[in-house]
């Protein structure tokens, strides 16, 4: 299969591949979105990169070079814009395949000095090794940083069964690199905005849970990565200890929420007491947004009632 072609099929699945991945909460089969790319010169307009692309793609096809070459794996290193880690299970699949049939697919690489940088098909490589073969027929192309930084974006993004952290590794690297904002990165890139806004909820989570994302990314999904995320400013440590559970396997992810949650409702309240002398006037307590007052002496409902409602007019004119 031709360069162009591989990309061709690439591109134009990747709407679909994403929106049911970062929709479908853990372990539920996802709907196929109806946000699919028309073409995939749709997808080329994410950015200058894109487009040149597309023309170098057609450049090589027309002059008949790109052709599949085979090369040492010692020669082949890892692209420094390839976030994501190999999946041990995606390898075992295709050691199963590979032992008996020949890779129809050619990974792509550019070549930097006397060496090759992969810019798609690590697993396969990976694959290879652990079969003991020593080289593997790969597509050689003359690519610039942003051209390659694009490819290997669109190889992890399609890639099946890939985890949503690593796709929002992806895009938190390519929204680094661009400067472009959540809404422009779905715009261009044709998915919805919603579905890039759980993607990128992940970088919203505390810095702790990150290495554990990293060893174990098929642990959440993008809609319990949002719905965490709600809470990681005011409750942390909570939100650390649920992630951390869930890596670890002794908490399910539909139950994370839940977790943090039920947590916080049994927190006690933080009560302090007004003095009038030696006399308790009353006792305030404090939980989750809600003060109470209550009084010693039933008399001074009504009084205290008009001095909270003065004390609120206060403060909500103050914050206009």
């Known amino acids: 299969m031709s360069l162009k072609n591989h990309l061709a099929g690439l591109t134009a699945a990747i709407a679909d591949q994403a929106n049911a991945a970062a929709a479908a909460p853990q372990g539920q089969a996802a709907k196929r979105g109806s946000a699919a790319l028309s073409a995939p010169g749709q997808l080329m307009q994410f950015s200058e990169g894109y487009r040149q692309l597309n023309e170098e793609l057609e450049r090589l ?191 399910l992810p539909s139950k994370a929420v839940g977790h943090v949650a039920g947590t916080l409702e049994t927190e006690a309240p933080k009560i302090s007491s007004v003095m009038a002398g030696r006399k308790k006037f009353a006792d305030i307590s404090v939980r989750k947004g809600v003060v109470q007052v209550r009084l010693s002496d039933a008399e001074s409902t009504a009084k205290v009632a008009k001095a909270i409602a003065k004390a609120l007019k206060e403060v909500a004119g103050s914050e206009e």
């Open 61 to 251: 096809r027309a002059a008949g070079a790109g052709q599949a070459v085979k090369l040492p794996l010692t020669q082949l290193k890892a692209s420094p814009y390839q976030v994501g880690g190999l999946q041990q299970e995606r390898v075992d699949r295709l050691v199963a395949v590979l032992r008996h049939n020949p890779l129809n697919t050619p990974v792509v690489v550019r070549s930097v000095g006397k060496d090759y940088e992969l810019l798609a098909g690590h697993h396969r490589v990976e694959a290879y090794r652990v079969l003991g073969r020593t080289e593997i027929e790969s597509t050689v192309v003359s690519f610039g940083d942003e051209q390659a930084r694009a490819l290997v974006f669109l190889d992890n993004l399609h890639a099946p069964s890939i985890p949503d952290y690593h796709r929002y590794l992806g895009f938190a690297d390519l929204q680094k690199a661009t400067g472009l904002l959540q809404d422009e990165l779905a715009d261009k890139a044709g998915i919805s905005r919603a579905t890039v806004g759980r993607l990128l909820a992940f970088g919203r989570l505390p810095e702790a849970v990150h290495p554990l994302l990293a060893a174990a990314p098929d642990s959440l999904t993008a809609a319990y990565a949002s719905a965490l995320a709600a809470y990681a400013k005011s409750h942390e440590p909570k939100v650390i200890e649920a992630v951390r559970l869930v890596c670890e396997g002794k908490l």
